[in-house]
């Protein structure tokens, strides 16, 4: 089991950037599958990008494609959302999901059993 804490979220503005951490308590972190989530007020969670343990493969939503990056670093048992020209459909709290000996196609909640508190992104116009 790891524990998850998010960090980094806060109030921009539209075209602004933003790096979310998330760091993971334990010393297997680099058995993890990471991955970021997100949910809008009132609305469902939903996937934004997951990253394999080794962090040599990576998935993302359509909506994020080429402004949002996923990254880890397994010597600080952290993984980063590094998100820019951000929207203001992109206002959501933001959550990160571990996921034993996971891939970056596992993309659904269902498959992550660990999660952080939440971070809450705003973004205005």
């Known amino acids: 089991q790891v524990q998850l804490v998010e960090s980094g979220g806060g109030l921009v503005q539209a075209g602004d950037s933003l790096r979310l951490s998330c760091t993971a308590s334990?010393?297997?972190?680099?058995?993890?599958?990471m991955a970021w989530f997100l949910q809008p007020p009132g609305k469902e969670r939903e996937f934004v990008a997951s990253?394999?343990?080794?962090?040599?493969?990576?998935s993302y939503a359509d909506s994020v494609k080429g402004r949002f990056t996923i990254s880890r670093d397994n010597a600080k048992n952290t993984v980063y959302l590094r998100m820019s020209s951000l929207k203001p459909e992109d206002t959501a709290v933001y959550y990160c999901?571990?996921?034993?000996?996971?891939?970056?196609?596992?993309?659904?909640?269902?498959?992550?059993?660990?999660w952080g508190q939440g971070t809450q992104v705003t973004v205005s116009s």
């Open positions: 334990g010393r297997t972190f680099s058995s993890y599958a």
């Open positions: 990253i394999s343990w080794a962090g040599d493969s990576t």
């Open positions: 999901a571990a996921r034993l000996y996971g891939s970056s196609e596992h993309k659904t909640q269902g498959e992550y059993k660990n």
